[in-house]
């Protein structure tokens, strides 16, 4: 590929043109920007000294680099935000952005107004999807005790014992079982991982509920999560009422992401203008970054 011959061109402006300057420098895509402030201070920004360049000359010694004015932050977060929402399928439009204006300010507003429309529906998916992530949990739980005849709350408000539910490596299994005749606690094998850990559950009297505990520290016990004492009912009751609940869920789940398609797509060409003016303005700080100015 042939090496092309690179002209280098000092600019000097009015301030009032400045972002529409950026705005031709972005669209031209065959421009590379440097540090005009770097170049003053080298020397190799010079203008010659002639009396119509008199105030351009005198507006030098008051430059600041446009790196402590601009901030793109701001609208990248909110770019990024946008592109999200549509699962990265807006694009920027160079075609669009050459033909007309664009309002900062106005693509600001809409983009603020479609994130605070949708913050609601995406409150109520995240508050559906943490139940049933708690839900699944609580299954998996109960799941372990699903032969167990007895309601949950004689367990829960045992007088005299405690209980826990957890696991340990299969080394350790081995380690318990070898040491069932000399622990303080009753040891029931109740299932299996998908990890190749074994689960137990331990039934502990509470003034021996510490020793019971070292021990299972030492056996790195893994206490399996998910019990709340909201299911009062057997095991196997419990786990009808979580099944019933995570169906009604995932319903309203899938009611909500047809709404929230919907909404997306009716506001799509909105949300595209407001991404392409976002996009061009996080682009121009950049640029301007470049720039000394007055």
Do not use: C, W
Request: glycine share 4%.
């Amino acid at each position: 590929m042939a090496i092309e011959n690179v002209i280098m061109m000092n600019v000097v402006g009015k301030i009032n043109y400045v972002d529409k300057f950026a705005k031709d420098i972005f669209l031209f895509n065959d421009i590379q920007i440097v540090d005009a402030m770097q170049e003053i201070d080298s020397g190799r920004f010079i203008l010659p000294i002639r009396e119509e360049n008199i105030g351009e000359l005198l507006g030098f010694a008051q430059l600041v680099s446009g790196e402590s004015m601009m901030d793109e932050k701001k609208f990248v977060k909110t770019v990024k935000k946008l592109n999200e929402l549509y699962k990265g399928s807006l694009k920027l439009d160079m075609i669009s952005l050459a033909k007309g204006d664009s309002d900062l300010g106005k693509a600001l507003s809409k983009a603020r107004e479609f994130e605070g429309n949708l913050e609601v529906e995406y409150g109520q998916l995240k508050e559906i999807n943490d139940r049933i992530e708690a839900l699944n949990k609580s299954r998996a739980a109960y799941s372990y005790l699903d032969e167990l005849n007895i309601q949950m709350s004689e367990l829960d408000n045992m007088e005299n014992f405690s209980y826990s539910l957890g696991s340990v490596t299969r080394d350790n299994a081995a380690r318990l079982k070898s040491i069932y005749n000399s622990v303080t606690s009753i040891v029931f094998h109740v299932g299996n991982q998908e990890d190749n850990e074994e689960v137990f559950m331990i039934i502990s009297p509470k003034d021996l509920e510490i020793e019971s505990q070292r021990i299972l520290k030492a056996l790195n016990f893994k206490p399996i999560e998910g019990f709340n004492k909201e299911y009062t009912k057997s095991p196997k009751e419990n786990l009808q009422l979580i099944n019933a609940e995570i169906i009604t869920l995932t319903e309203q789940h899938i009611d909500l992401m047809k709404a929230l398609v919907v909404h997306l797509e009716e506001n799509r060409e909105e949300a595209t203008d407001s991404f392409n003016t976002l996009s061009l303005y996080s682009n121009l700080s950049i640029i301007k970054k470049k720039y000394g100015l007055q």
